[in-house]
């Protein structure tokens, strides 16, 4: 059960604040007992403030009991969520729900989350009569889904806004007016400033509230502000089926959990996405099988801290076993217990379709036991390239930023993940300029890139957030200049490892999934490889091994195998040898 929304609107008497006209959304209430229509939690003028009080405790009577919530919380509790019919909010008809082919232009900024999330607000709009346009021009609503885990990203947003100004000002004489609104982490982040800095920004929608669109935008409608930035300790959109926004692609993000538990003392994630919270196991392998009925040839399973996955939805799982960390690692938080596991979850996704390539992101080193490793080096249709975030190479800093881990244990696991997977593929985050790093800290750092030699990187230099731990707790203290300079000497160093690090690829046949014409030459094919590096090669006949004799041209979202004649810190080069199979490429000696 979802929500009843309202929209609390003053009368004229009375002076509020800058957010008077906005959509309040500070009530989770039953909409079955409650049909009170939204002007009426206010004093209609000319009616005593007596008979308004009366009138409130005759209808608080006829509510929903506490007993009521309990009840239904209980019955969430032991079934899964299951979508239903919404009544539409007192205030608002069916009709002004829907969309009657408006035309909405989405633009998505961030991580593979946001990609996901576009997709599912996608989903939700075009149930209600929305129709999508690439065409910013004839767009009547513009929405932007948005990042805030650095102020680069959310100045991007507001540059963005205010080319979008004009846009607005002009469309302002027309009879169909354009709606711009912010949806995601920067509008749960930032709330009443974005509505009060910038007065042409008509909606906000945080991550948990996209199934409130449709409402949000027929209260822009009627002319008023509109927001919704609660956070939910249940919401993951599990009976909600995304609508890809390239019809041309090969692969999908599926969310399987939403939210983050870790509190990092840098990351604003727990509060702009809220806590962790794990779709339900039997909604992800459905969606993931209608994935493979469209021909889809890989799925990667996202979530902030994905391999903490932790299914409570069934209650026969919900035994008393501890979560498995990974050895010399700690939880900021009391250790969970119970549940259907990320092991479990990628052992079933992974049987699906023999023919789709696994892949998962973002996770924390903490929360991989030798379940997790063990089934990737089974599985062949699992990658054998992991994503592991040390985020600083000194024992201080990560201290400091409260990751659970010493510099010696990430080492030790970085050497049993390559024992368990012989030819894995690494990547990883850092962070440099974070408070109190000292230049000592860092070219610990730089030694810890040089060790592990990654085969992909994303380094960026510490951006304090709000409401963060280091923001109430720690000083900022690191010059811009000094975090630039440093961040320049890892991108250094990690290019000189990653490029020594994929040379070892040169002369291997490597198995690759074709994604489409090169964007810097056309005669060229892209693709990636198990190690999900871009792979270039030219676009030529080959064989199909399926098909003895037939001569063809790689097509997006087949594999081809393909020997590699030169990388570099980021790219692979090599030739087309012919179009296979995974089953088919097993018995090609690959790297």
């Given at each position: 059960m979802?929500?009843l929304?309202?929209v609390?609107?003053?009368?004229?008497?009375?002076k509020?604040?800058?957010l008077s006209?906005v959509s309040?959304?500070?009530?989770?209430?039953?909409?079955a007992?409650?049909s009170?229509?939204?002007t009426?939690?206010l004093?209609?003028e000319?009616?005593?403030?007596?008979?308004?009080q009366r009138?409130?405790?005759s209808?608080l009577a006829?509510g929903?009991t506490?007993?009521?919530?309990?009840r239904?919380?209980s019955d969430?509790?032991q079934k899964?969520?299951?979508?239903?019919v919404?009544?539409?909010p007192?205030y608002?008809?069916?009709?002004?729900l829907?969309?009657?082919q408006?035309?909405?232009?989405l633009?998505?900024y961030?991580?593979?989350?946001?990609?996901?999330?576009t997709e599912?607000?996608?989903?939700?709009?075009?149930?209600?009569?929305?129709?999508?346009t690439?065409?910013?021009?004839?767009?009547d609503?513009i929405?932007l889904v948005?990042?805030?885990?650095?102020?680069k990203a959310?100045q991007?947003?507001?540059?963005?806004l205010h080319q979008?100004?004009?846009?607005k000002t002009?469309r302002?004489?027309?009879?169909?007016p354009?709606r711009?609104?912010?949806l995601?982490?920067?509008?749960?982040?930032?709330?009443g400033?974005?509505?009060?800095r910038?007065k042409?920004v008509?909606?906000?929608?945080?991550p948990?509230?996209?199934?409130d669109l449709?409402r949000?935008?027929?209260?822009?409608?009627?002319?008023?502000?509109?927001?919704?930035v609660?956070l939910?300790l249940d919401?993951t959109y599990?009976?909600?089926?995304p609508?890809?926004?390239s019809p041309?692609?090969t692969?999908?993000f599926v969310?399987?959990m939403r939210?983050?538990?870790?509190?990092?003392?840098?990351?604003?994630?727990p509060?702009?996405r809220g806590?962790?919270?794990s779709?339900?196991?039997?909604?992800?392998l459905?969606?993931?099988?209608?994935?493979s009925e469209?021909?889809?040839?890989?799925?990667?399973?996202?979530?902030?801290?994905?391999?903490?996955?932790?299914?409570?939805?069934?209650?026969q799982?919900?035994?008393a076993?501890?979560?498995?960390?990974?050895?010399?690692f700690?939880t900021?938080?009391?250790?969970k217990?119970?549940?259907l596991?990320?092991?479990?979850?990628l052992?079933?996704v992974s049987r699906?379709d023999?023919?789709?390539?696994?892949?998962?992101t973002?996770p924390?080193?903490k929360?991989f036991p030798?379940?997790v490793?063990q089934?990737?080096?089974?599985r062949?249709?699992?990658?054998k390239q992991?994503?592991?975030?040390?985020?600083?190479?000194?024992?201080?800093?990560?201290?400091?930023?409260r990751?659970g881990?010493s510099?010696e244990?990430?080492?030790a696991?970085v050497?049993h993940i390559?024992e368990?997977?012989?030819g894995v593929?690494?990547?990883?985050?850092?962070i440099?300029?974070f408070?109190?790093?000292?230049?000592?800290d860092?070219l610990?750092?730089?030694?810890?890139?040089?060790?592990?030699?990654?085969n992909?990187g994303f380094?960026?230099?510490?951006?304090m957030?709000q409401?963060?731990r280091?923001y109430?707790?720690l000083?900022d203290d690191v010059?811009?200049?000094?975090?630039?300079?440093r961040?320049?000497?890892?991108?250094?160093v990690f290019r000189?490892?990653?490029?020594?690090a994929?040379e070892a690829?040169?002369g291997?046949?490597?198995?690759v999934?074709?994604?489409?014409?090169?964007?810097?030459s056309?005669?060229?094919?892209?693709?990636?490889?198990?190690?999900?590096l871009?792979?270039?090669f030219?676009?030529?006949?080959v064989e199909?091994v399926?098909?003895?004799?037939l001569?063809?041209?790689?097509q997006?979202?087949?594999?081809?195998l393909?020997k590699i004649?030169?990388?570099?810190?980021?790219?692979?080069k090599?030739?087309i040898l012919?179009?296979?199979t995974?089953k088919?490429?097993?018995?090609?000696?690959?790297?």
């Amino acid at each position: 059960m979802h929500p009843l929304r309202r929209v609390l609107q003053a009368p004229r008497s009375l002076k509020w604040g800058p957010l008077s006209s906005v959509s309040c959304l500070l009530l989770r209430t039953c909409r079955a007992h409650c049909s009170v229509s939204s002007t009426s939690c206010l004093s209609p003028e000319g009616q005593s403030s007596e008979g308004v009080q009366r009138d409130f405790s005759s209808r608080l009577a006829a509510g929903p009991t506490f007993q009521h919530f309990l009840r239904n919380a209980s019955d969430l509790q032991q079934k899964p969520s299951s979508p239903e019919v919404e009544d539409p909010p007192p205030y608002l008809t069916g009709d002004e729900l829907l969309g009657r082919q408006r035309k909405v232009y989405l633009e998505t900024y961030g991580c593979q989350m946001n990609v996901n999330d576009t997709e599912i607000a996608w989903s939700i709009l075009q149930k209600s009569g929305y129709l999508r346009t690439s065409n910013l021009q004839e767009a009547d609503v513009i929405l932007l889904v948005t990042c805030s885990i650095r102020e680069k990203a959310e100045q991007t947003i507001w540059n963005r806004l205010h080319q979008l100004k004009a846009l607005k000002t002009k469309r302002q004489r027309s009879r169909v007016p354009l709606r711009i609104g912010i949806l995601g982490c920067m509008a749960e982040r930032l709330k009443g400033e974005i509505l009060n800095r910038e007065k042409m920004v008509d909606l906000l929608a945080g991550p948990d509230a996209y199934r409130d669109l449709p409402r949000l935008l027929a209260v822009v409608e009627s002319g008023q502000q509109a927001a919704n930035v609660l956070l939910s300790l249940d919401e993951t959109y599990a009976d909600v089926m995304p609508v890809q926004t390239s019809p041309s692609a090969t692969s999908a993000f599926v969310s399987i959990m939403r939210g983050c538990d870790n509190m990092c003392s840098y990351c604003i994630v727990p509060f702009t996405r809220g806590r962790e919270r794990s779709r339900p196991v039997a909604s992800i392998l459905d969606e993931v099988r209608k994935l493979s009925e469209q021909g889809l040839k890989e799925v990667t399973l996202l979530g902030q801290n994905v391999n903490s996955f932790q299914d409570n939805s069934e209650i026969q799982f919900n035994n008393a076993v501890s979560t498995n960390l990974s050895r010399g690692f700690t939880t900021n938080y009391k250790t969970k217990q119970g549940g259907l596991r990320f092991s479990h979850l990628l052992d079933q996704v992974s049987r699906i379709d023999p023919e789709m390539r696994i892949r998962f992101t973002s996770p924390h080193p903490k929360d991989f036991p030798d379940e997790v490793l063990q089934l990737i080096h089974e599985r062949h249709n699992i990658c054998k390239q992991i994503h592991l975030p040390a985020q600083s190479g000194s024992n201080r800093v990560l201290d400091a930023m409260r990751r659970g881990y010493s510099r010696e244990a990430y080492v030790a696991l970085v050497h049993h993940i390559r024992e368990c997977i012989p030819g894995v593929s690494l990547s990883s985050d850092f962070i440099t300029g974070f408070c109190g790093e000292t230049e000592d800290d860092h070219l610990q750092t730089v030694s810890l890139l040089r060790e592990v030699q990654y085969n992909a990187g994303f380094l960026f230099a510490y951006s304090m957030r709000q409401k963060t731990r280091a923001y109430h707790r720690l000083k900022d203290d690191v010059p811009e200049e000094v975090k630039l300079r440093r961040l320049e000497e890892l991108i250094t160093v990690f290019r000189e490892e990653a490029s020594r690090a994929n040379e070892a690829s040169v002369g291997c046949t490597q198995l690759v999934l074709v994604e489409g014409v090169s964007k810097r030459s056309s005669v060229d094919l892209c693709g990636r490889n198990d190690a999900n590096l871009k792979v270039i090669f030219p676009d030529a006949e080959v064989e199909d091994v399926t098909n003895c004799g037939l001569k063809v041209r790689a097509q997006p979202g087949d594999y081809v195998l393909v020997k590699i004649t030169s990388a570099s810190s980021q790219t692979l080069k090599g030739h087309i040898l012919c179009r296979t199979t995974m089953k088919d490429s097993s018995t090609y000696c690959l790297t």
